[in-house]
Structures are given as C-alpha cells and as structure tokens.
C-alpha cells in the first residue's frame, strides 16, 4: 500500500482500506508496535489520529478459519458495503453504512441483527462479537417528531428486571398536586444512594446502577468474593449505602462529575477524568471486565431517539440513569421505569434521586422511588423533559425539567458467566446438607452458620462450598 503524506500531527482521518493479502488469513486490523498481535485500529478505522510516533501501522492477521466475517446488508436502501474480518470479542468502532436512505428523509445511525431488530450497534459506539454476522441497517425517520413509539410496550408500564414493587407498597399524596411513590423494602431491586455532598448526585446514580447490577449478578459476585478481597457492599434502605461510601473515600473532592465516569472507574478501574485520588483506587472487578465497554449514552435527543434508547435497554436488560437540568444546574438521577402512552411513547418514568433524601421522612416510611411525567417540547426539537407541578401560594405552577444526556449500564451477566467458564475455581458444590453432617459452614464473614441454606460458605476444614437447593 501507498504511503499517506501531507500529514501534520493532530490530524484525524479515516484509515484507508486494507489491501494486503496473507494466503490462509484474514485481515483484522492495524497495530503501531512492530511484532504486535493485537489489532488496535479495524479495517479502514473511523477516527485514526496522527502522530508522528505512531505513524508506521503494521498489519495483523488472524487464521481463516478463526476469524468472524461482519457482513452488511442495505435492508431496504441501497448499494453495498464490502465485509470486515474481526476476532472473537475483539473491540471495534461501529462502522459507518454507505447505503443510501430506501427514500427522502431517512437516516442509518445504526444497525440491527435481523431486518426488523433496532438499531442495536449504534455508528461509532464500541462493539464486539463471538460470531459471524450480517448487520441490517436500521433506517430511521430523520424528522423528530416521526417514530421511536414502540408497538411492544404501549399502554404498559415496564420496569427494569429485577425490580418488584408490591401494590401495598405504593403511596400516593393526599394533596395536590398528587405524588406518587414507592416505599423501599429488602429485595424489591431499585436503590436510592443519598449524596452526602452537594455535587456528589452523579456517585449517587452511579451507585444506584452498581447496587442493582450486584443484584442481578449475586450469585457470580458471591463466588468471586471467595477468591478475591472485595466487599459485600450493603443496601441499609433511606440511602445508606455501602457503595456511595466507597466513592466518598476514594474521591475526596466535592467536585460534579458523570455517573458513567465513576461506573467504569468502580467496575473496571478506567481513571480517564477521575480526580487524582481516586486513581488507581477502582477496578474491583477488572479481571472479569477487562476494559469493556459497560455503559452507552446520549446526548440532545428527541423523542424519537429519547424513546428507541430507553426500549433498548429493555429489551437488552440494562438499567438506566438520566442526567436533567434543573434551576441548579446538571443532576444525575436513576430509573427504574417508564410507563408508555396509547401510541407507544414514554409518557412517565420512575426514579430514585440522590438529593431528595427528604422523601424517606414522609409517613415514616422510606418513599425513595417517585412518578414523573415526560413530555416533549413539540413546537420545537421534540426534545424530552420532566414536567414538574409545585404549590406556591395556594397555586399549582407547572414547570419542567430538561433531560440532557441518557445513560444506559450493562447487565454484564455474560461476562461473568464468560470469565468462570474460562477460571475454573476449588468451590464444591453440593445440595442442601443435613443437621446430622459433622461439616461446620461459615458466612462469608466467619459467622458460623448451623443451618445453612441456598448460598456460599467456607467450612472449617478451609473448603468453599455453593450449596444449591
């Protein structure tokens, strides 16, 4: 291939395409160290910055017969796109489609793995894969105020999994304008982490999202425990939690930031934009996560994309924390609902806020997940906010509430699942033990157990033990 010329450093382009050949290989993409295997920059990469330190790109090259085809499919547009080769789980940019739009007025800002699936990998998002595949383009109305609705979820209010609020648990204010909450209790899967300080609210949501993916993933973080020193990070209800805390010690600065910044630096250890003291500090469950992608977000939507993002995560089992704009300036919050009008549309959400600790004072009781209603600015953007109604002087003002950037956080039970198939562990399994067994069980925190029951256990004799029902 030619060498590029005319470049200065800082300059961003599109790697050209490959055009090199390996007899019994295919191509999977570019790394800057010579002898490198590992593929830094795919086939005709998006964003490739130059620097006069990296300007020689070597190829990498993977077998036939282990090497994943990525094909493209113009589903309904035209012209084609020539495949790409990736590995197995290896990260990429998601390219960008060269079709043109079936007719005016419609875009592809992603693609779906059936002709009638969502935009599921998103242009210029990260992505990775365990098997060929051929990629639809998703074509979407390019005016606002046209799709997004979803035919699945109209008329229903769905929250996210793992989250069960019994009916008895829901309280509604006698006064207008009427609130609606839902008192907090053991096992109903949604948190409220109460920000101890002002600029904390984006720890709070991160924490919310931590404490409901612990959740779901209980049994894999149980086991992980065993083997490694990480903390059962305990849920007390009205916003005491074990997680919120960690983040207290470790940043030390009341400074805002982004939940998605102190997700990734909790889970996996990324200190981009995460204050010095921090660094180094988070990473708890990087050997099982590696420096993967965990959370997606957007920003300035409307209600099309306001709407095909949140059905997304539902249908991928992800949670959701919203970022808003209220007269004090940026505050993050979490989801844990959305409630769908007749056409299809987010009509409400259900959310915990890390600055409304004052809700777990009413009644007495710990009404920390509340009701708001979504609308959109319709003579506008379509963009969506909350609506907000405050009595003031006898008199209900309306008001809103913009939402700025949406978040959405991997289940990442896959990884787990990945990571102990690939890390056999010394854990014997067993069924539920009876009295009469000369076998002592202890908790993961030494406490004898004489009655053992679904869970894991360390026995006197040193044993780890998961015992199923």
Request: aromatic fraction near 16%; glycine fraction near 8%.
């Amino acid at each position: 291939m030619d060498p590029l010329t005319n470049l200065s450093d800082g300059d961003e382009f599109k790697l050209p395409r490959n055009t090199f050949q390996r007899i019994g290989f295919k191509f999977v993409g570019w790394t800057n160290m010579e002898g490198g295997n590992d593929p830094f920059y795919q086939d005709e990469y998006p964003t490739f910055n130059y620097y006069s330190y990296n300007s020689d790109l070597y190829a990498v090259w993977e077998p036939e017969d282990s090497a994943l085809e990525l094909s493209f499919d113009a589903n309904g547009g035209e012209g084609t796109m020539e495949p790409i080769y990736v590995r197995a789980n290896q990260e990429i940019l998601v390219p960008p489609h060269r079709f043109t739009a079936p007719e005016e007025g419609y875009e592809c800002k992603g693609y779906g793995e059936s002709p009638d699936d969502f935009a599921r990998y998103r242009i210029g998002g990260i992505a990775s894969f365990t098997q060929s595949i051929k990629l639809y383009a998703f074509w979407s109305p390019m005016n606002p105020s046209v799709g997004g609705n979803s035919e699945e979820y109209k008329g229903q209010t769905i929250f996210f999994e793992g989250v069960n609020i019994a009916p008895e648990d829901w309280y509604v204010t006698s006064d207008p304008p009427y609130r609606i909450y839902a008192e907090w209790k053991e096992g109903c899967g949604w948190y409220d982490a109460a920000q101890d300080w002002l600029n904390f609210c984006w720890a709070g949501a991160a924490s919310d999202a931590i404490h409901w993916r612990l959740d779901r993933n209980k049994e894999y973080v149980d086991r992980y425990r065993l083997d490694h020193d990480v903390p059962e990070f305990g849920y007390a209800g009205k916003g005491v939690s074990d997680v919120f805390h960690f983040f207290m010690a470790k940043w030390l600065k009341n400074e805002g930031c982004y939940p998605s910044i102190g997700f990734n630096w909790f889970i996996n250890g990324i200190d981009d934009n995460v204050q010095e003291s921090a660094k180094g500090q988070g990473g708890l469950f990087r050997d099982v996560f590696g420096n993967k992608a965990l959370v997606s977000f957007l920003v300035s939507t409307n209600r099309r994309s306001f709407n095909q993002f949140v059905q997304e995560a539902l249908k991928n089992r992800r949670m959701i924390t919203i970022d808003e704009y209220n007269m004090a300036g940026a505050h993050a919050i979490a989801c844990w609902g959305f409630e769908f009008d007749d056409e299809g549309y987010v009509c409400a959400l259900y959310y915990s806020d890390p600055a409304s600790s004052w809700n777990n004072t009413q009644t007495g009781r710990d009404l920390s997940l509340g009701r708001i209603e979504v609308k959109y600015h319709s003579e506008s953007d379509w963009s969506p906010y909350m609506a907000t109604e405050t009595l003031i002087n006898g008199e209900i003002v309306k008001g809103e509430v913009p939402i700025i950037r949406i978040y959405s956080y991997d289940q990442g039970t896959q990884y787990w699942e990945d990571y102990f198939d690939s890390n056999p562990s010394s854990i014997v399994t067993v069924t539920q033990p009876t009295n009469d067994e000369p076998e002592e069980y202890y908790d993961l925190q030494g406490r004898r157990v004489l009655h053992p029951q679904k869970g894991f256990y360390i026995t006197k004799s040193g044993k780890k033990v998961i015992i199923r029902e």
